[in-house]
């Protein structure tokens, strides 16, 4: 089955066919910058890293675009109560959002324009709209989009134009023939950023920039756009009608949208209050567990920022990674491996699954679960201590091979796994309220019960571990032990 990829505009799932194969662009709406961005901010980008992966993995050449918004009355705002610049505010937290995509650890994308740079072409769109009929330019010098003069407006967002109408509330406005009319270039009040046009002095509506952005750096079409659900209405609704009323030709051939990141019940959004920044969740916790965090759901599936949920990823992570960290103790014993042809029927199965589940829309949580399936069945095959056999050094290696190259798509599984087991296990156990030095004294203690056959308080000390949270393993090469859930 080749890729099928869900598009808002049909509302199901399509065979995807990029307009010039193998070449595939894609364009994502990105961050508005007058502050540090919150990690549902970086739900996109991460989901996107991987489809530009697996496209590319797919034989596709990919130009991968986010942009910047770098005029809009946040940063205007932003500025005011700074008392500086909105270049400046602009400019400060586009190097911090820079900062947090490193830390991220995913690929950056291959260009970032910002609005500023692309005046021209955001004035030149604009006149083409009006050419086509489609725009106005109001008294004042407001040009202002015309929603009832182009056929399609609501395809996108499956809204009937007269129930737009309906919904909204009715503004006094000399300048606006409709209600349902949108702006695509303004005057700037004094003390606002200011470009000249042929309208007069003024600034870009917010719609239009990404009308501008896309088809000067990508054509026409373009193969993929993506943004948060938020941005299906108005604002990718209002894209397509000014880049198809400009260009009388079809803007996207499959749009695609991440659903949120929620906390509690409401969307993570800086205006409602209720964020976490990326960057002081990678502080306190890592990248690492952000990604999975995010792409352990469906990219159409609510996420839910909970300290539950982060603790189940960190305990997910820990499951991957402590059987990695096995594998690789094992391979470092460098015994030659023998083929296991039940192992190797299970990699080539899983393999397969998860090329069919990133073909069918993406589907991560399907990938985990593939996944986790090799790591039940060699953790059932070999447990630490035990002696290397050349079926077992076979398995290890094969299972490594597996994470790293799955993993890399999403960006994960790249750690050095004892090391990045050892941080998720602290996690863990901060969580948990307890110390790794408390868990070692506790095994030694009863190592030497064991040793001197002193059963009893050996069973204790085992009930005591296992009340605080911690399974042990006694094998002939000694005891390890392992956060339980
Ligand atoms: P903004 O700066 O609010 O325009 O958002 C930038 C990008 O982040 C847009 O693509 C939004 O759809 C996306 N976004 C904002 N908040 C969330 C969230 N809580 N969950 C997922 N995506 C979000
Ligand atoms: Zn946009």
Redesign the pocket.
């Given at each position: 089955m080749s890729l099928q990829i869900y598009n808002t505009l049909s509302k199901q799932k399509e065979t995807f066919v990029p307009m010039n194969a193998p070449q595939v662009n894609i364009y994502?709406?990105?961050?508005?910058v007058y502050d540090l961005?919150?990690i549902?901010?970086f739900?996109?980008p991460i989901f996107f890293n991987l489809v530009r992966n697996w496209l590319e993995e797919s034989g596709y050449k990919v130009k991968f675009i986010q942009n910047y918004?770098d005029v809009d009355d946040k940063i205007i705002n932003r500025a005011n109560q700074e008392n500086t610049t909105s270049e400046a505010v602009a400019e400060k937290y586009i190097h911090e959002h820079k900062k947090d995509y490193s830390a991220l650890e995913i690929r950056k994308a291959d260009h970032m324009p910002r609005v500023t740079e692309h005046m021209d072409d955001i004035i030149q769109i604009i006149q083409k709209i009006i050419e086509s009929g489609h725009a106005y330019v109001a008294p004042d010098g407001e040009v202002l989009y015309s929603v009832r003069s182009f056929n399609g407006y609501g395809k996108l967002s499956h809204k009937n134009i007269d129930e737009l109408q309906a919904g909204i509330r009715v503004e006094v406005s000399e300048k606006k023939k409709d209600p349902l009319d949108f702006t695509l270039w303004k005057p700037s009040k004094p003390g606002e950023p200011t470009w000249s046009s042929p309208w007069g002095p003024g600034r870009p509506g917010w719609h239009i920039e990404c009308s501008a952005m896309a088809s000067s750096l990508l054509g026409s079409t373009i193969d993929i756009h993506g943004?948060?659900?938020?941005?299906i209405f108005p604002h990718h609704e209002n894209e397509l009608a000014q880049s198809e009323g400009a260009t009388h030709t079809t803007f996207v051939k499959y749009w695609v949208h991440?659903?949120?990141?929620?906390f509690g019940a409401h969307?993570?959004?800086?205006s409602l209050g209720n964020v976490k920044t990326a960057r002081s969740f990678i502080e306190q916790y890592n990248a690492e567990i952000l990604k999975y965090l995010m792409l352990r759901a469906h990219y159409r599936s609510l996420v839910d920022f909970s300290e539950e949920g982060i603790q189940d990823a960190i305990h997910g992570l820990a499951r991957f990674y402590s059987a990695m960290s096995v594998a690789e103790s094992i391979v470092l014993q460098n015994v030659s491996g023998q083929e296991v042809a039940e192992f190797k029927s299970l990699i080539d199965k899983t393999r397969s699954e998860i090329k069919s589940s990133l073909d069918d829309d993406f589907n991560t949580p399907k990938v985990f679960a593939a996944l986790f399936e090799v790591v039940r069945f060699f953790n059932g095959k070999y447990k630490r201590g035990q002696k290397v056999t050349p079926q077992v050094a076979y398995m290890a290696k094969e299972f490594l091979l597996l994470m790293k190259s799955r993993g890399d798509l999403m960006s994960l599984f790249q750690h050095e796994p004892e090391s990045f087991l050892k941080s998720l296990d602290n996690m863990l156990m901060i969580k948990k309220g307890i110390k790794r030095e408390e868990i070692d004294a506790l095994i030694a203690k009863r190592v030497e019960a064991r040793n001197s056959k002193d059963f009893k308080t050996s069973d204790q000390l085992r009930d005591q571990l296992v009340s605080m949270g911690i399974s042990i393993q006694d094998t002939p090469a000694g005891t390890y032990w392992e956060i339980s859930k």
């Open positions: 994502i709406c990105g961050p508005t961005l919150h549902g901010n739900r996109g918004t943004g948060g659900i938020d941005l991440w659903n949120f990141l929620n969307k993570m959004s800086k």
